[in-house]
Every structure is written in C-alpha cells, then in structure tokens.
C-alpha cells in the first residue's frame, strides 16, 4: 500500500519561510518523480515544483521559481519542499505528488499518488 505523507505547514508571516517534507512508503521511491502541488480555496490544484527520480532535473511554477526549492533524499524515501519569503498568496494546502514516469509533468491527471496534504497560511 503506498503511503505519501505530507508535514510541516503551518501559520507563517509574509516574508517568512517553511519547509514542507513528505515522506514516502510503499513504493519504489527512486523510479519515481515527484512533485508537489497546492489548491487555494476555492481554486483548481495547481503545480508548484517537480524533481526527477535522480534528483538531477528540477522544475517549477513560475510563481515560486526562486522563493522554492525541491529537493529529495531518496535514502529516507523523502522529498522536500523549501519556501523562502512567503507571500499571502502562496497559503493553499500543499500535496506531494508520485509520477511513475521519469518525465517532469506538471498536470494532476499524470500523478499516480497523492498524499493528504499540509495546510500552509501566510499573513501578511
């Protein structure tokens, strides 16, 4: 049974920062790239950023394209989501995502996996 779990949203001020992490069970984590998205009340899901299986290629939303950083560790079966200065904007539930395929897609329909999500609110 494959398991996404997200972690470490929460309330944070305009200007702040996060780190959110979603670790993996059940599946072959390395052949799988990962990617994390979010959905604002009321809004569709949208893509934020996506790493390869490697962790080589990277990939991200022009809304957060140098405030974000994905990473992964995949000895921990673990994948990172990196938020520097936050705007209000960015507060959504954030979800980790698993592609079986090695390509960055940017599109929910291409997910596999989902985890549960992580509340992230910035106050400005």
């Known amino acids: 049974q494959v398991q996404l779990v997200e972690s470490g949203g929460g309330l944070v001020q305009a200007g702040g920062s996060l780190r959110l992490s979603c670790t993996a069970s059940?599946?072959?984590?390395?052949?799988?790239?990962l990617g994390w998205f979010r959905q604002a009340p009321g809004k569709e899901r949208e893509f934020v950023a996506g790493i390869n299986g490697s962790g080589g290629s990277t990939y991200y939303a022009d809304s957060v394209k140098g405030r974000f950083t994905i990473s992964r560790d995949n000895a921990k079966k673990t994948v990172y989501l990196q938020m520097n200065s936050l705007k209000p904007e960015d507060t959504a539930v954030y979800y980790c995502a698993a592609d079986r395929a090695q390509l960055l897609h940017t599109t929910v329909s291409e997910y596999n996996y989902w985890g549960q999500g992580t509340q992230v609110t910035v106050s400005s």
């Open positions: 059940g599946l072959a984590f390395s052949y799988f790239s």
